[in-house]
């Protein structure tokens, strides 16, 4: 939507030819023209985005495998201290059965008032010796399978970490692009930056924001579950919050960081990744939508925004930009898939 917006206003934003002078002087670095700019601008916060839910996505792995590696750690810990235990206590039995005599051949001997007896305690002693042996050895494996476990998941959070750090880097290389281009916009004249505003962030009537409030409203609400309700006027709360990579409020939110908050405050939790929620809930159509459902965009999903009713959409753009309704048919082309929570 960006570039296809940045090539629909190049000529509104084209600088206006200066008066003809004789012999006018030739800028020793020519800038590049307004049109090529924004198309880049719109290329790069394009890849931003997809960057940026890789890098959400890298983040809840990290932070699935970090669970996975605390819970291996502990584990690992618990059968240390068993298999300790299990030695202390069978070495202070053996102990104390060879100081009375009792845990040896000879002494079964000489407390055995027969052969039978004696060949009867000698039985006995073999099985318990098997018995003590078996112990330490189901002991020491379930101490060595836990370690084992833990190394792995160790190994598997370090290499999630390092593909997080990796995708980290890539983003803030974008984004030093991003920027580089976002300053070269600054120098336009204001009328310039005004029309570029206005075809990056079509104006939603507020007629249509107040119908879609308004319906919400209504006993019924079309259906609308209770839950919904709650996201939808959390979401319409945020509107003029800016975007901030990775946030989930109060005071600034990406996309999925809105989707999540939003639906966190009815009760609901979902992960911080657009993505993953796509994972959530009953996947329904675009002719389908209800107020409440979540509206994924792009291929591989890149963007999520929340459906408010009357064809709008609370949405947390991109950098540079504030949470804002958009209609959804600004969308259309980019959509993917939506799904209802509960």
Partial sequence: ?????????????????????????????????VATVQQQLGDLAFKNTLLVEQYDQSQVAVQAKQRAADHAGQAAALAQTQYAKIRVALSQTLAAQYEGGSFSATGALLSSSDGQNYLDQLSTLNQMTAHIAQMIARASAAKQATTDAQQQATSLLASAKSKRDELAKQKDSVQKQVDKYTTLLATLTSAQRAAYQRAMNPSVPKSAVIAA??????????????????????????????????????????????????????????????????????????????????????????????????????????????????????????????????
């Fill in 1 to 33: 939507m960006v570039a296809v917006a940045a090539l629909g206003v190049a000529a509104l934003l084209i600088p206006p030819a200066a008066s003809a002078t004789p012999n006018p002087p030739k800028p020793p670095n020519p800038p590049q023209s």
């Fill in 213 to 342: 409030t308004t319906a919400l409203q209504a006993p019924t609400a079309h259906g609308v579950s209770k839950l919904a309700q709650i996201a939808i006027k959390f979401a319409l709360a945020q509107v003029g919050k800016p975007y901030v990579f990775g946030a989930a409020g109060p005071d600034s939110f990406d996309c999925s960081g809105l989707t999540l908050a939003a639906w966190g405050a009815a009760g609901v939790p979902l992960p911080h990744s657009a993505a993953d929620q796509f994972n959530y809930g009953t996947h329904v159509s675009m002719n389908q939508l209800q107020p409440g459902d979540l509206v994924f965009l792009y291929q591989p999903i890149g963007h999520v925004e929340i459906y408010i009713g009357n064809g709008m959409l609370v949405s947390a753009p991109q950098s540079g930009e504030n949470v804002s309704v958009v209609p959804l048919a600004s969308y259309s082309g980019d959509f993917t898939g939506a799904t209802r929570l509960p």
